[in-house]
């Protein structure tokens, strides 16, 4: 007979802070022998929160250092991502050929799944060196710009595994709570992006844009006049910041609380909504 089965639970956190788990989550949490995370850094505050969730459930925390990713290959502008010039019609042609931006595209996409097979090789060399259920504590929601779920499946095809995934809090939804909104109008759609692509999803002809994994503010370097914004900077933790307004009139208010909250934190994470107006 074959090694028996592993459980490994993907659970979402939302923001970190124990009020933003839910029962079930909890529950979860207290059921794995530990937790495997990640450190970015020496002093990488995101593992500081996952460190103290699992403390507070008196849950093993098993620390892997954050292998290295080549970020030279993923650097694409915004401008590199903007489609071909305005078609007849008066639309934007998508499908314009671009072979810098697609070379540009490749090479970040080959970046990141060395990056994600790295990572299941050092996820691998714990689960052999340590017997027992493993949990996973993934930021806001697993269905969201995250990789764990990726991850799992691929340590899967090495170790047996049965998986199931716990829902979090995402920060769209907290983005809307706090904001008292609807992220979308009456019938209409809504993208979700990251920064790295929202020159593309504007020029493609989307107005209601969700704007996820932006470490710049890239909305202030494009010329959108005629937008407005709902922004949130680290949404559910104790010095979570938000505006909202006409981008362009809130554009320095926007650097201002969004430096502030990395200074006071060390770390910042926002999303907001872009909505055409």
């Not at 490994?8 to 530990?34: C, N, W």
């Not at 290959?73 to 019609?89: K, Q």
């Not at 809090?169 to 019938?187: D, K, N, T």
Request: aromatic share 6%; net charge negative.
């Amino acid at each position: 007979m074959g090694e028996p089965a592993r459980r490994v639970r993907i659970i979402g956190i939302g923001s970190g802070h124990p009020d933003q788990l839910t029962r079930e989550a909890v529950e979860a949490l207290g059921s794995v022998d530990y937790v495997i995370a990640v450190a970015k850094s020496d002093d990488d505050p995101l593992l500081g929160i996952r460190r103290a969730l699992c403390d507070r459930y008196a849950v093993p925390l098993v620390v892997v250092p954050d292998p290295e990713r080549d970020r030279s290959a993923g650097s694409i502008s915004s401008a590199a991502l903007v489609p071909g010039p305005a078609n007849v019609a008066g639309g934007t042609d998508e499908h314009t050929a671009d072979p810098t931006r697609d070379i540009r595209r490749s090479r970040y996409e080959g970046a990141v799944r060395d990056w994600h097979q790295a990572r299941v090789d050092a996820f691998e060399q714990v689960l052999v060196e340590r017997p027992g259920d493993v949990g996973f504590l993934v930021w806001g929601d697993p269905a969201f710009y995250d990789s764990t779920i990726r991850i799992v499946e691929s340590l899967a095809r090495r170790v047996p595994l049965e998986c199931d995934v716990l829902p979090g809090i995402s920060s769209p939804q907290l983005l809307a709570a706090r904001h008292r909104m609807v992220l979308h109008q009456v019938g209409q759609p809504i993208l979700v992006t990251t920064g790295r692509r929202l020159a593309e999803a504007v020029a493609a002809g989307h107005d209601n844009i969700v704007v996820m994994l932006d470490g710049s503010l890239t909305c202030l370097d494009l010329d959108l006049p005629d937008w407005r914004i709902w922004w949130g900077a680290n949404l559910g933790a104790a010095d979570e910041q938000l505006v909202a307004g006409p981008l362009v009139e809130v554009a320095d208010e926007l650097r201002r609380r969004r430096d502030a909250v990395k200074d006071a934190s060390g770390w910042v994470l926002d999303t907001y909504l872009l909505r055409r107006v």
